[in-house]
């Protein structure tokens, strides 16, 4: 889960066909971004390059609503702002502005459900207000809830997902939302891509399902660690979160797909050695793919799509 990093709280806010799911580091963290796929909807993203000036962020906004929906992270701003985070324009110890730092991705389910229902920034403030709730059972939720609702992965529902590893002393952990066009079941086999331990579903009724009527679709999500990493070594461990992504679905970071995952740690960023960050790039790639995997098997039927646990063989 997202939540065994220290200093990382999940919120959620399920409209049903769509929906947000906001990431929120209240006392700051390092963070960057990889975009891989052709056609993604994002927000505040330049500002994660490792060569530019803002260090930290305070919020991930991951939403449904396709373009509409970067409208939610206008409120996830507003929130934190009334809850007092975000970055000190005058200094720490002088009165003034802050500015929460909020970047953001969103998926394409314009076709699920609604097309003209759309998160808000009112589903933006919503979200963070989960985030900061208890007990925190929402947060550890997984399936069709948040920017995962609307979500389809392939022919099947997709949703959210989460995944944990301890590497070392450090936890790494990833939240995604999985809306992939490509597939996430090998149509011979029956078996998940990301999991062939899975229980395989029933080939003959998976290669009946059909798809949306458009290829637009993304999967976005967020690393998270407690290592110190640098803001560069946090753009290489978005890099390799890819890597777990197209392990779980084929083909994956297509020109109609908006794949895009951030990267943040709650650590002071004085940076880690090479042989730590080998492994948390290694571990960057095996949460995601397990998230995907646990987004895809707990997403739930609805909206005329089918969910992966109907077809699985008793």
Known sequence: M????PGVRVGHQSLGDTG????????????????????????ETDLL????????????????????????ADGVMQELEQRGIGFPVLGEDVPGPRVPIVPGAVIFDLLVGDAAHRPTAADGAAAVRDAFAEPAAAAQTSGSI????????????GGFGQASQQVGEFVIAAGVVANPVGAVVD?????????????????NKFNELKGLLTKLNTTIGVVATNAPVTKAQAKRLAMTGHDGLARAVRPAHSPLDGDTLFALSTGDGTGVGIEEMVALSAAAADVVEAAIVDAVV??????GLTAWQELVEQ
């Open 298 to 303: 707990h997403a739930s039927s609805g909206y």
């Open 2 to 5: 997202l939540i065994d990093v």
């Open 49 to 72: 390059e490792p060569h530019n000036t803002v260090q930290q962020i305070h919020a991930v906004t991951l939403s449904g609503g396709s373009a509409f929906g970067l409208a939610a």
């Open 187 to 203: 149509k011979t086999t029956g078996r998940l891509f990301g999991d062939g331990a899975r229980a395989a579903v029933n080939v």
């Open 20 to 43: 947000v799911t906001v990431v929120v580091t209240e006392a700051g963290a390092i963070a960057s971004v990889d975009v891989r796929g052709g056609g993604p909807g994002t927000r």
């Open 146 to 157: 948040g920017a995962g609702c609307g979500a389809t992965a392939g022919v099947l529902r």
